[in-house]
């Protein structure tokens, strides 16, 4: 698998429903990807039922033809009152290709490679001094 970087055209910060995100998770489970939830009860467990962010983190080629993508989901979690979750899941390429993106800016594109980045590394309240 290769990185996908916020200046790659296949970079990009989507906002998806709840429900499409099983629908995601349903896909995954028919084609054997290993990177998702290990049912939906699993994913029902953990992510609120409400929209989800995904973004592009790595493609997967194979004979110079992408194979899945591999997404970061940012969720809500259910027994969490603010609190989130950060979990992968692999997406097909056509289903990857009609989702409606959020980074049509650079700056914005940029803002939120930055968000997932801390997010993926760990966000905590930190008291100031």
């Known amino acids: 698998m290769s990185l996908i970087h916020s200046t790659d055209p296949d970079f990009c910060v989507c906002r998806i429903s709840f429900d499409l995100l099983l629908e995601i998770q ?5 084609r054997g990807w290993a ?8 994913l029902r467990g953990q992510v609120k039922e409400e929209a989800v962010v995904l973004q592009s983190l790595m493609r997967e080629t194979r004979g110079g033809a992408v194979r899945a993508y591999r997404c970061v989901v940012l969720f809500s979690t259910v027994d969490g009152e603010d609190a989130g979750g950060i979990a992968t899941v692999d997406l097909d390429p056509a289903r990857f290709a009609a989702l409606e993106r959020l980074d049509r800016d650079p700056d914005v594109r940029n ?7 801390l997010a993926m590394g760990g966000i905590s309240m930190v008291s100031k001094k």
Request: glycine fraction near 0%; charged fraction near 25%; charge should be negative.
């Open 111 to 117: 803002v939120l490679a930055r968000l997932f980045a």
């Open 26 to 30: 349903l896909e995954a489970e028919e």
């Open 35 to 42: 990177t998702r939830w290990s049912s939906v009860n699993a």
